[in-house]
């Protein structure tokens, strides 16, 4: 096998940080995909915050088997906590964050830092990839819930588009230190951190670089927060007043009108449906029954009072 490192300018260290809770059963998965990095010169910040599940006992494995395999344990303080933490220990000149159930290709780490080591300039570099979806196995991924394009990748896209048009899963990013600097997620949210961070850093104006090819895999399932539609109209509501913070006011008043009217169509399109559903045969039908249905438990309930006064 080659010596990929050679291919390199300076051979920068990659720094991955896995926050982990109650995921444990996907942990395998997740450092083995980190362990078949063509590129080996890497350092994997395996944050336990707080999990009550068996992420001692498989991390454990891990570190037996290769020393660039970091543990830390950490009292539970949410997701952002735990890559904050991450973020203070990392020695890499190159940020890579992986959630615990989500899988990188062995590629990621090799074609991002080619394409940077191409580009010779002081700005910060930020690579970002392509994805797919999975739920059990990904090497049986489906196309993703949005298409990433180069486009979209700018701060005023980033701000607008965000959920509406497209969303970047954090573990497509490879993230040059300095555009870190300096940077903490908010411990005060618990969704839409991520799109806080891309807006933090686009805001530095980054050297972008992009790669339209599938090289992480984001994995859905049950548990995951971005199933519930309420939890995720609660999280915009609680990230609007962070994004004030980092925009202009012409900007943010943007934002709100393009959601204020992302909302009122979405409740138009609601009130059609419900519309067309009340006029139909089998809701008709339907209401009849349970008008029938209602009578015949009324006049069980009276005769049931009516024997019982006998």
């Known amino acids: 096998m080659p010596d990929i490192e050679n291919c390199f300018m300076n051979n920068p260290i990659v720094s991955i940080i896995v926050p982990c809770y109650n995921q444990a059963q996907y942990l395998?998965?997740?450092?083995?995909?980190?362990?078949?990095?063509?590129?080996?010169?890497?350092?994997?910040?395996?944050?336990?915050?707080?999990?009550?599940?068996?992420?001692d006992e498989?991390?454990?494995?891990?570190?037996d088997k290769d020393s660039r395999f970091q543990y830390v344990y950490k009292k539970n303080g949410g997701l952002s906590s735990a890559r904050n933490f991450g973020l203070n220990v990392a020695k890499g000149e190159y940020i890579q964050f992986l959630d615990s159930d989500d899988v990188l290709d062995s590629?990621?780490?090799?074609?991002?830092?080619?394409?940077?080591?191409?580009r010779n300039t002081e700005q910060g570099?930020?690579?970002?990839t392509n994805f797919r979806i999975f739920s059990v196995?990904?090497?049986?991924?489906?196309d993703p819930f949005c298409e990433i394009k180069y486009d979209y990748l700018n701060f005023k896209e980033l701000l607008l588009g965000w959920d509406s048009k497209f969303s970047i899963p954090i573990h497509c990013g490879l993230f040059e230190v300095s555009l870190l600097k300096n940077f903490k997620f908010s411990e005060e949210i618990r969704a839409k951190e991520d799109w806080l961070m891309w807006l933090e850093v686009f805001k530095k104006k980054p050297e972008l670089l992009f790669i339209d090819k599938p090289l992480v895999y984001y994995r859905t399932h049950a548990g995951s927060m971005t199933y519930s539609r309420e939890f995720m109209t609660k999280s915009l509501?609680?990230?609007?007043?962070?994004?004030?913070?980092?925009?202009?006011?012409?900007?943010?008043?943007?934002?709100?009108?393009?959601?204020?009217k992302d909302?009122?169509?979405?409740?138009?399109?609601?009130?059609?449906?419900?519309?067309?559903?009340?006029?139909?045969?089998?809701?008709?039908?339907?209401?009849?029954?349970?008008?029938?249905?209602?009578?015949?438990?009324?006049?069980?309930?009276?005769?049931?009072?009516m024997n019982f006064f006998k």
């Open 28 to 55: 395998d998965e997740c450092l083995q995909s980190v362990l078949n990095q063509t590129y080996e010169k890497w350092e994997c910040i395996i944050v336990n915050d707080g999990s009550p599940d068996q992420t």
């Open 58 to 63: 498989i991390v454990q494995k891990w570190l």
């Open 107 to 118: 590629n990621k780490f090799e074609l991002s830092l080619l394409e940077a080591n191409r």
């Open 125 to 128: 570099k930020i690579i970002i």
């Open 137 to 142: 196995n990904s090497k049986n991924s489906i």
């Open 237 to 260: 509501i609680d990230v609007l007043p962070h994004i004030d913070k980092i925009v202009s006011k012409e900007e943010f008043n943007e934002l709100l009108l393009i959601r204020l």
């Open 263 to 305: 909302a009122l169509e979405k409740t138009n399109n609601f009130e059609k449906k419900y519309r067309s559903i009340k006029e139909s045969n089998s809701f008709k039908v339907g209401l009849k029954i349970k008008t029938i249905l209602k009578q015949f438990y009324l006049l069980f309930f009276a005769k049931k009072v």
